[in-house]
């Protein structure tokens, strides 16, 4: 039996303004945060934070980014020790990391970092931080939940399955599930500092198409505010989910089966390609957590996402007598390599990043080199700058109807490796 909240509460709307053949949906989510008075558009990234701060920069240098996204994602592995401090300083997570974000989004684990497989049971879920293993139970996570008071939080789950599980170990990870969100539910109805959050629900299932719609069914039966998909890899995060057979069909499987009004969150789709393949078929919120992967390792996004006026011919075109560059994949470049060593221009020329304004890609190559933390400061600008800048343009592709412009015009600077 599903008791309502006693309490009042402003709910979070998911609009759609305009749906593709494909599933995909331009939308707009408002009252997203617990006052009521914000409004996202949808397709959107949310932003990756380590620990309650954006990664390698302060609150000053996150300041320099343009188009910083409104969410903040917050892991619980992360932050979970530090839940008694939260609690006794009384104002919540937003202000103790003191993030201007309006959305604080609290979710289990860092999408940037593999998972160890294998510390779930039925009395809760492992996450993990700084001081290794912290193993959650409902009321332990609620308790958590409450002093950090997030205006979305993700529900507990067992999302540790992956192409490899039998029916057996999916049959139990849904269960579980289910079985912490009515506990998570129960609670929440009797929280009133909760009763402002949204909570969303997970939905599990690994690669069984039964034990998907089955999750997916029994989640939207509950009162749950938004969707997060998980459960396809097993926390193992260098997975690019659309080169798994028959990924691409549960999915499209799983997303049939969820309403229409209520956001779709993935945390581990990543590359803008893998990002537009995932929107077009409902996905509608994703992760920021790629670009800082790509920072870790000293890449720097170099892909073009701007489309030229329909007048003009397509700006590849123009480029192609450019010599092929083998360290490249034609939407990154290694900054470590020697071959940036003496060169002045630009991470990427012609973008307005504080990185690019400023700064040459032999010195931060140099930077890396003599491995000064300036050299991830410096990455984590632009490469940040630029995937949030793609959002943009993936939603003004979606307005103008080009989509299918921009997603082959991304492959095309994939496969042609060019030399930038
Ligand atoms: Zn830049």
């Not at 009042?8 to 707009?28: D, N, P, V, Y």
């Not at 497989?117 to 996570?141: C, E, R």
């Not at 994703?286 to 030229?308: C, M, Q």
């Amino acid at each position: 039996m599903l008791a309502t909240s006693f309490f009042g509460s402003i709910k979070m709307k998911f609009i759609i303004e305009k749906t593709l053949a494909t599933g995909g949906r331009l939308g707009i989510i408002s009252q997203a945060n617990r006052q009521g008075n914000v409004t996202l558009e949808t397709p959107m990234c949310t932003l990756f934070t380590k620990g309650g701060s954006a990664p390698h920069l302060s609150i000053d240098m996150l300041r320099r980014v343009a188009h910083v996204p409104e969410v903040a994602v917050m892991s619980l592995g992360a932050l979970a020790d530090h839940h008694e401090t939260v609690a006794e300083f009384g104002k919540g997570l937003r202000e103790f990391t003191a993030m201007s974000n309006p959305v604080i989004f609290t979710t289990l684990h860092d999408a940037s970092a593999a998972i160890s497989p294998g510390k779930n049971d039925n009395s809760g879920v492992a996450v993990w931080g700084k001081g290794g293993k912290i193993k959650l139970d409902t009321s332990l996570f609620m308790k958590i939940q409450e002093s950090f008071c997030p205006d979305w939080f993700q529900a507990m789950s067992d999302g540790d399955t992956d192409v490899s599980c039998g029916n057996k170990r999916l049959v139990k990870s849904v269960d579980r599930t289910l079985d912490f969100l009515d506990e998570i539910v129960e609670a929440k109805n009797k929280s009133e500092v909760l009763s402002k959050s949204s909570l969303i629900g997970v939905i599990e299932g690994g690669f069984s198409e039964t034990q998907r719609k089955r999750s997916a069914a029994e989640t939207v039966a509950r009162p749950v505010d938004g969707f997060l998909i998980e459960g396809f890899e097993k926390g193992n995060r260098d997975v690019d989910l659309f080169s798994l057979p028959d990924f691409t069909k549960i999915l499209s499987f799983t997303l049939e089966h969820l309403p229409t009004d209520k956001p779709r969150i993935m945390e581990t789709v990543w590359s803008p390609l893998q990002v537009i393949k995932a929107f077009k078929l409902g996905v509608d919120v994703f992760s920021s957590a790629y670009p800082h992967i790509l920072t870790e390792k000293g890449l720097a996004l170099v892909s073009d996402y701007s489309l030229p006026p329909l007048s003009q011919p397509a700006k590849l075109e123009l480029q192609t007598a450019n010599a092929k560059n083998e360290e490249t994949n034609g939407l990154y470049i290694d900054l470590h390599n020697s071959r940036y060593s003496e060169d002045f221009g630009s991470i990427l020329p012609g973008c307005s990043c504080y990185a690019c304004t400023n700064f040459t890609r032999a010195y931060i190559h140099h930077l890396l080199k003599t491995k000064e933390l300036l050299a991830f400061v410096l990455l984590t600008i632009h490469n940040f700058h630029q995937y949030f800048e793609f959002f943009q343009h993936l939603r003004l592709s979606l307005k103008s109807d080009r989509l299918n412009e921009l997603e082959d015009y991304l492959s095309q600077q994939l496969n042609s490796g060019l030399d930038r």
